[in-house]
């Protein structure tokens, strides 16, 4: 689901994430990703929502295997 511009994030919810950069899966999120991994969701500067990692899929895996 992609959300219309102009719409604020949900502050509750569940979303799935991807890391669309393969040297960015491979160099930085692979090793900072964990379940329980908290952060927020931004609107430019701002704080909109926090968040925390419930379930990771295949980043690691992944981020061997892809070639840029």
């Not at 090793?31 to 952060?39: A, E, H, L, N, P």
């Not at 701002?46 to 295949?58: D, L, M, P, S, T």
């Amino acid at each position: 689901m992609q959300l219309d511009s102009e719409a604020s994030v949900r502050e509750k919810g569940t979303a799935r994430m991807w890391v669309l950069f393969p040297a960015m899966r491979r160099e930085v999120h692979a090793r900072r990703i964990t379940v329980g991994t908290k952060g927020f969701f931004m609107e430019g500067p701002r704080r909109v929502a926090a968040v925390e990692v419930i379930e990771v899929n295949g980043l690691s895996e992944n981020a061997k295997n892809v070639i840029d």
